[in-house]
């Protein structure tokens, strides 16, 4: 399914065991593959932001599931 990604931005994220780890802030995009590389994840804490490998994301609707 293909998505915009302005539709992506500010999405929950969580654990697949169902642990909040904070809201989409970023995408870093591979030029070479032509595809999504990774999610930068703001967690809330003082700035403080995660990058999750984009193959790490197991589902994607109303919030990301991914497996770290």
Do not use: H, N, W
Not at 6 to 13: D, F, K, P, R, T
Not at 33 to 48: C, H, N, Q, Y
């Amino acid at each position: 399914m293909a998505r915009k990604i302005s539709e992506l931005y500010e999405m929950q994220v969580y654990t697949s065991d169902g642990q909040y780890l904070g809201i989409t802030e970023d995408f870093v995009f591979d030029d070479v593959e032509g595809k999504l590389a990774a999610l930068v994840v703001s967690t809330g804490r003082r700035g403080e932001k995660r990058t999750i490998p984009y193959d790490a994301v197991k589902a994607c609707k109303d919030i990301y599931i991914v497996q770290v």
